[in-house]
């Protein structure tokens, strides 16, 4: 709302009364003596604070001669949106230091998300390769315990988030259509990945995945009209070049790649293209939704809870698809979930081979749920762009992990032959993009009242 200034005739041979925005909410006095007519009941103006702070409501109330008051919105004066005509809203204005402050809080609030989202993405690789020990035999199970264990979760977390009126009704009545969207490209991204990675080799697979942040850029040109600086795109070419010399350098990666075939590889590549266009349709929810709710932003867990359980759907439409893919007969799918409940609560006969049950994966499961929390607020405060380069960062550092003596793994890996001068060019990467911010949509700031 643009800011303004009210003027109050006051009388002939009187000064306007001049109405200015005060810095926080204050109440102007009873107008002097001599401001009075016949004892008619006085001008008084009221402020009323806004509740997040973005305006003032200045609300012109009249007192009588016995101090009754008579408002304008019927109430308390603490409601702005039920101010009457005689109420002057001032819209909020911020001067250059304020601006630059705001923006300086921005900065850090990013840089802190995404130091904790690179935290728990390599938790995540770690401990997935950790879970894996005990469920080896039943990665098929781990899968779809940690899509169905996400739904329940997720919704009981939004359950008491909307108790604790966090969450409120109108962020449970946005369109469902977009959630549905993200569940559907999820379950294909997640198909498509598993199918083209039962074929692929390891060390190919994280140099594949550095196609994820070229189309996480394209989309984001397409769909959300961003345009990013020559050093932003230098930057991220960096970062996937030296993921891929970190990755690739003394492994076997490229000769992989050509004994799997070009249409193993080119899925795969689709699989990223799935995930890319889901993080890019978040993006536009999240800036949907400041438009649908005035301002606020949806609650994290409307996101994840209703886009985790479309996800589940549609996994349960192809698990003969996914089954198959897994080499397990869909006749026989029940009694492998029910033999990989019995590994993962590490209980019966079937038990033997299943060390580190259930802890291990109990703590993949907390982990990838929590970098999925902390992928998709780095998100919701910056840009698909953004929160990719934080989960590429994790890459060389799982690599450097999986170096040290790590239990249940046995002997430790030695590091490619190009990890040092790989991790370099992803530091320098960063560092060129970070040179200057990401062009985001902003909306002007009011400016300045006139006096």
């Known amino acids: 709302m643009m800011s303004?200034?009210?003027?109050?005739?006051?009388?002939?041979?009187?000064?306007d009364i001049r109405i200015r925005e005060h810095p926080r909410a204050s109440e102007i006095p009873h107008l002097p003596r001599k401001f009075r007519w016949n004892q008619r009941p006085?001008?008084?103006?009221?402020?009323?604070?806004?509740?997040h702070l973005r305006k003032v409501v200045w609300a012109v109330e009249a007192a009588g001669p016995g101090g009754a008051w008579d408002r304008s919105d019927g109430g308390d004066g603490t409601d702005s949106s039920k101010a009457g005509l005689c109420s002057y809203a001032v819209g909020e204005y911020r001067t250059a230091e304020q601006e630059g402050a705001r923006s300086q809080d921005r900065r850090v609030d990013v840089a802190v998300a995404a130091a904790v989202t690179v935290v728990l993405g390599v938790g995540n690789r770690v401990l997935y390769k950790l879970a894996l020990v005990p469920l080896k035999h039943y990665p098929f199970f781990l899968a779809q315990l940690a899509t169905f264990g996400y739904v329940i979760v997720y919704f009981s977390v939004l359950y008491l988030r909307y108790r604790a009126g966090i969450v409120t009704d109108e962020m449970l009545s946005m369109p469902?259509?977009?959630?549905?969207?993200?569940?559907?490209?999820?379950?294909?991204?997640?198909?498509?990945?598993?199918?083209?990675?039962?074929?692929?080799?390891?060390?190919?697979?994280?140099?594949?995945?550095?196609?994820?942040l070229v189309w996480q850029i394209l989309l984001s040109i397409i769909f959300l009209g961003r345009r990013y600086k020559v050093n932003q795109l230098l930057g991220c070419c960096f970062v996937a070049i030296g993921v891929i010399i970190t990755v690739a350098s003394g492994s076997?990666?490229?000769?992989?790649?050509?004994?799997?075939?070009?249409?193993?590889?080119?899925?795969?590549?689709?699989?990223?293209?799935?995930q890319a266009a889901d993080t890019v349709l978040k993006e536009v929810i999240f800036l949907d939704a400041r438009q649908r709710l005035k301002g606020s932003s949806v609650d994290l867990f409307v996101v994840n809870s209703f886009g985790s359980a479309f996800q589940a759907i549609f996994i349960c439409l192809l698990l003969p698809f996914l089954s198959k893919l897994w080499g397990i007969p869909f006749g026989q799918l029940p009694n492998y979930l029910k033999d990989g409940a019995a590994c993962f609560l590490n209980?019966?006969?079937?038990?033997?081979?299943?060390?580190?049950?259930?802890?291990?994966?109990?703590?993949?499961?907390?982990?990838?749920?929590?970098?999925?929390?902390?992928?998709l607020h780095l998100l919701k405060i910056s840009s698909a762009v953004v929160s990719s380069l934080a989960s590429t960062f994790s890459v060389p550092i799982s690599?450097?992990?999986?170096?040290?003596?790590?239990?249940?793994?046995?002997?430790?890996?030695?590091?490619?032959?190009?990890?040092?001068?790989?991790?370099?060019i992803l530091v320098i990467g960063l560092l060129i993009y970070a040179w200057t911010p990401s062009v985001y949509p902003t909306s002007a700031a009011p400016s300045p009242p006139n006096v």
Not at 349 to 374: E, K, Q
Request: net charge positive; with cysteine; hydrophobic share 55%.
């Open 399 to 424: 690599v450097y992990v999986f170096t040290l003596p790590l239990p249940y793994l046995g002997v430790a890996a030695s590091l490619p032959t190009g990890f040092v001068s790989g991790t370099i």
């Open 4 to 15: 303004c200034i009210r003027r109050v005739w006051a009388g002939a041979g009187a000064p």
């Open 42 to 51: 006085e001008i008084v103006l009221r402020t009323t604070p806004s509740r």
């Open 252 to 274: 076997s990666a490229g000769h992989s790649l050509k004994e799997a075939g070009i249409f193993w590889s080119l899925l795969m590549i689709v699989s990223f293209l799935f």
């Open 176 to 212: 469902k259509a977009p959630f549905l969207a993200v569940g559907l490209l999820e379950a294909l991204g997640a198909v498509t990945g598993m199918a083209a990675g039962a074929i692929l080799s390891g060390a190919s697979i994280p140099v594949l995945s550095q196609t994820f």
């Open 347 to 375: 209980m019966g006969t079937l038990s033997s081979g299943c060390d580190g049950a259930p802890l291990l994966p109990l703590l993949f499961v907390v982990v990838n749920m929590g970098f999925n929390i902390s992928l």
